[in-house]
């Protein structure tokens, strides 16, 4: 991606999963992030929420861009039944999430806005993950053992619960995990500024 070399890649994430998945891309960025309110508005469609919050968390760079910022935003929403499932603040918030998750599929939706001084653009992505039906066992065993409290929809897929629960997905795995890699990839390609 010569094309990029005079640009500084930004990557506004504080979550060690994004990082990890942006550096599999085998490019050189640094890390920042901003203090953003995550509110929406409560009639917003739930599959339209994730890509209008990384909207708003590149909109809290806009004042402190240089010219050769490029800077990448996500979210992730986890639907199921037309409901979005938050980050959990308890063990019983977890286990109820989880619990609505079990037998049954979900969509987790990753919103990505890319931006530098002259450009935006700003995509979704989706997956469809089925989860087995679990038990009260393995549901407090993987709570108790991971401390999903970081996580939209109480879990990481690329933890054990990925393994024993989810048996089958439509989409991009890495999705779930917080980043659309591939459409990453496809869009900084093709980046002109």
Not at 109 to 125: A, L, Q
């Amino acid at each position: 991606m010569d094309h990029l070399k005079h640009k500084n890649l930004i990557l506004a994430s504080k979550s060690p999963r994004r990082m990890e998945l942006f550096r599999g891309l085998g490019l050189d960025f640094t890390v920042a992030s901003r203090e953003v309110d995550e509110s929406f508005p409560q009639e917003m469609d739930p599959d339209k929420v994730a890509g209008f919050l990384a909207a708003k968390k590149a909109q809290a760079f806009e004042d402190s861009m240089t010219e050769n910022d490029l800077i990448v935003t996500s979210d992730t929403v986890v639907v199921v039944d037309g409901k979005i499932l938050n980050k959990p603040a308890t063990k019983a918030e977890a286990f109820e999430m989880l619990s609505a998750l079990s037998g049954t599929n979900h969509r987790v939706i990753t919103g990505v806005c890319m931006r530098d001084k002259h450009k935006k653009i700003s995509f979704d992505d989706l997956t469809q993950v089925y989860f087995r039906a679990m038990d009260e066992t393995e549901i407090n065993h993987y709570i108790d053992t991971f401390k999903p409290y970081d996580k939209a929809g109480a879990y990481g897929i690329q933890e054990w619960i990925g393994y024993i629960g989810v048996f089958k997905i439509v989409g991009s795995f890495y999705n779930v995990m917080g980043l659309p890699v591939h459409r990453i990839y496809e869009e900084l390609k093709k980046w002109e500024s």
